[in-house]
């Protein structure tokens, strides 16, 4: 898709830049107008755990009990199918 002749090249940075990659396959929402909050979550600082994990849908769900006000995190290799 990325090497597709019709996209632009800000059409292509997007993907490159937002799309989560499992092998071939490039994840990503149907249009970058609608990205959601779990696009920006951001990784946990170094030798801390993260608190979310990704679904094979790319959805987050909990990965332990979140206390109010603590920032949401997730490991980004977590995406990836040769990281589990």
Not at 37 to 56: A, D, I, K, Q
Not at 58 to 63: E, G, I, Q
Request: net charge negative.
């Amino acid at each position: 898709m990325i090497d597709d002749p019709a996209l632009s090249d800000f059409e292509r940075s997007l993907y490159r830049d937002f799309a989560i990659r499992r092998g071939a396959e490039l994840g990503c929402p149907v249009n970058f107008s609608l990205l959601t909050v779990g696009w920006y979550v951001n990784e946990p600082r170094p030798g801390e755990p993260p608190n979310l994990e990704p679904t094979e849908q790319f959805d987050l769900v909990a990965a332990r009990d979140i206390e109010p006000g603590e920032e949401l995190t997730v490991l980004y290799s977590s995406f990836s199918k040769s990281a589990r």
